[in-house]
């Protein structure tokens, strides 16, 4: 059991409210760093990659380590399907989750996620990057980021507009 174990938590009650993304940081503007925990004990800083590779922040919504979004379910395993194609392309996929330490293990071990999972059960990262939130969890956003640090790149979630396609990414990186 965690804090965020079962659906009804602290997390979902922050959450529960519909409200859609605001504060988003525009295209063009510099990345809003962060730090935040990665399973398997290291810690990430978004300005750690700067000079370095590009990266796609893919912000995705997942309830509990057993309960996933259905929009969001199948990106996850796309992105993991194709992360090769984006390693190719001399960039980073961080995919980042407001579940907490326990539950983000579970989710990298059951599905085999071979790429970086950082976890924000707090909910911070999501709104400094204007995620909205509805139903108990933030909503999922997909930003680039090119090498100097400027988001070159956004999409957030609507459920008429769920994801940005793999295919709409790596199109994007390849025109960095």
Same mark, same amino acid.
């Given at each position: ?79 993991? $399907? ?8 001399? &960039? ?5 989750? *407001? !579940? /907490?330490? %326990? ?44 090498? $100097? ?8 979630? &609507? ?5 940005? *396609? !793999? /295919?709409? %990414? ?7």
């Amino acid at each position: 059991m965690t804090a965020n174990s079962g659906l009804f938590n602290r997390r979902f009650a922050q959450n529960f409210i519909p409200l859609p993304g605001f504060n988003v940081p525009s295209v063009g503007s510099l990345a809003p760093n962060f730090t935040l925990p990665q399973v398997g004990g290291n810690i990430i800083q978004l300005s750690d990659y700067r000079g370095q590779k590009s990266v796609i922040l893919a912000f995705t919504r997942i309830a509990t380590e057993k309960l996933f979004c259905p929009y969001c379910y199948p990106h996850i395993l796309e992105l993991k $399907e194709r992360y090769e194609e984006i390693c190719d392309r001399g &960039s980073e996929l961080l995919m980042i989750t *407001s !579940t /907490d330490s %326990i539950q983000s293990q579970e989710i990298v071990k059951n599905l085999r996620l071979p790429y970086p999972f950082l976890y924000d059960p707090e909910c911070k990262i999501f709104r400094r990057y204007g995620a909205g939130q509805a139903l108990g969890v933030p909503l999922p956003a997909q930003f680039i980021i090119n090498l $100097e640090g400027r988001i070159t790149y956004r999409h957030l979630f &609507s459920f008429i507009d769920g994801h940005a *396609s !793999t /295919d709409t %990414i790596l199109n994007q990186l390849d025109q960095l």
